[in-house]
Nanobody
Framework: VQLQASGGGLVQAGDSLRLSCAAS????????LGWFRQAPGKEREFVVA???????LYIDSVKGRFTISRDNSKNTVYLQMNSLKPEDTAVYYC?????????????????????WGQGTQVTVSS
């Protein structure tokens, strides 16, 4: 599976962005999909994931502001980010992994994902 993330940019606090991650190469619907981010000087962290059945998992800091969705017909996963804050500034990575492992063992760990996109920069100014 090849993943291509896009949609990042420079916005002001309170603005919105929608990230997209297009997949190619294999059947998309059978994968769990996640978004991670890495802020300057920090380790990459889990943000949100969606299983093949549509269940979602968010970190507390983005609940109510971010929404993950997937369109299997387009092999694309989206991350709608509203009410952005400066602390959301990071490189955002999409990832695909085993839906079984995500569903039964969790989706937060990087080790649960086999395929990664190249990252897209999101910068939120105050």
């Amino acid at each position: 599976v090849q993943l291509q993330a896009s949609g990042g940019g420079l916005v002001q606090a309170g603005d919105s962005l929608r990230l997209s991650c297009a997949a190619s190469g294999r059947t998309f619907s059978g994968y769990a999909l996640g978004w991670f981010r890495q802020a300057p000087g920090k380790e990459r962290e889990f943000v949100v994931a969606i299983t093949g059945s549509g269940s979602t998992l968010y970190i507390d800091s983005v609940k109510g502001r971010f929404t993950i969705s997937r369109d299997n017909s387009k092999n694309t996963v989206y991350l709608q980010m509203n009410s952005l804050k400066p602390e959301d500034t990071a490189v955002y990575y999409c990832a695909a992994g085993s839906d079984y492992i995500c569903t039964y063992y969790g989706c937060r760990g990087e080790r649960h994902y086999n395929y990664w996109g190249q990252g897209t920069q999101v910068t939120v100014s105050s």
